[in-house]
């Protein structure tokens, strides 16, 4: 998953002007705490803060779909 991919999912979760305000203000317990923004800078799979967001933020099944990974030729 590309961030790029990841503030997609973000902003059509929560929307364009609020996803950064959840990336950098939500403590995510399944991050140990921290914020997406901290694991992304501290080098987390950017797949696994998307997973945890997820989790912790209650978003519906139907709404954390994950673009298919890029296939090798």
Do not use: N
């Not at 929307?15 to 914020?35: E, F, H, N």
């Amino acid at each position: 998953m590309r961030l790029s991919e990841f503030w997609g999912l973000m902003e059509r979760e929560f929307g364009s002007g609020y996803a950064s305000i959840v990336a950098g203000s939500q403590a995510l317990g399944s991050l140990g705490g921290r914020t997406a923004d901290q694991a992304l800078e501290g080098g987390e799979k950017v797949r696994l803060v998307w997973e945890a967001i997820c989790r912790d933020m209650d978003v519906p099944p139907e709404h954390q779909e994950l673009p298919d990974p890029p296939r090798r030729a």
